[in-house]
């Protein structure tokens, strides 16, 4: 298969400036602020973004590491294929985070909701639309099981924990 090249279109600056304290999740990431760069040359593709509430990013995971497709999750204490987790060590370290857009200014947007390490380039946004992204989903397989320590971790801030 052909090689694969993207180009970061900017850069998310945040108050972490390593994994480990970032938050995991958004929910350990609800009171922190954060500002995406978007490099000048794609400003234009920012006209009416300012109109959504909430965007989607997709980002490089420049700080992961290596990737493994066993992993342990915080949530849990036992191995799990990469695929049927979130963590960032993967085969393509690719990130996807949905933030609050609370304003845009001169090619930058100020969000908030943040759980990415600063620096880290951004690959694309996508407005985040609930018709189109929300779902309700029957199953959500090792995790049935590890539903108290979700809210106990929320409960306890863990979600900020590496």
Same mark, same amino acid.
């Given at each position: 298969?052909?090689?694969?090249?993207?180009?970061?279109?900017?850069?998310?600056?945040?108050?972490?400036?390593?994994?480990?304290?970032?938050?995991?999740?958004?929910?350990?990431?609800?009171?922190?602020?954060?500002?995406?760069?978007?490099?000048?040359?794609?400003?234009?593709?920012?006209?009416?973004?300012?109109?959504?509430?909430?965007?989607?990013?997709?980002?490089?995971?420049?700080?992961?590491?290596?990737?493994?497709?066993?992993?342990?999750?915080?949530?849990?204490?036992?191995?799990?294929?990469?695929?049927?987790?979130?963590?960032?060590?993967? &085969?393509?370290?690719? @990130?996807?985070?949905?933030?609050?857009?609370? %304003?845009? *200014?001169?090619? #930058?947007?100020?969000? =908030?909701?943040?759980?990415?390490?600063?620096?880290?380039?951004?690959?694309?946004?996508?407005?985040?639309?609930?018709?189109?992204?929300?779902?309700? &989903?029957?199953?959500? @397989?090792?995790?049935?099981?590890?539903?108290? %320590?979700? *809210?106990?971790? #929320?409960?306890?801030? =863990?979600?900020?924990?590496?």
């Amino acid at each position: 298969m052909e090689t694969i090249e993207y180009r970061p279109i900017g850069i998310i600056h945040t108050p972490f400036n390593c994994p480990e304290g970032t938050p995991i999740q958004p929910p350990g990431g609800l009171d922190h602020c954060g500002v995406v760069e978007v490099f000048s040359e794609f400003h234009e593709g920012l006209r009416d973004v300012e109109g959504f509430s909430h965007l989607i990013l997709l980002y490089h995971c420049h700080l992961a590491g290596a990737a493994r497709l066993t992993v342990m999750p915080f949530l849990d204490d036992a191995a799990h294929g990469l695929f049927a987790t979130r963590a960032p060590a993967r &085969p393509n370290a690719i @990130g996807l985070s949905v933030v609050r857009l609370l %304003r845009v *200014e001169e090619g #930058r947007l100020y969000i =908030r909701e943040v759980d990415i390490v600063d620096g880290t380039p951004l690959l694309d946004i996508k407005p985040y639309v609930p018709k189109f992204d929300s779902r309700s &989903p029957e199953r959500t @397989g090792w995790l049935e099981k590890q539903a108290h %320590r979700t *809210e106990q971790a #929320r409960d306890d801030g =863990r979600f900020s924990d590496r």
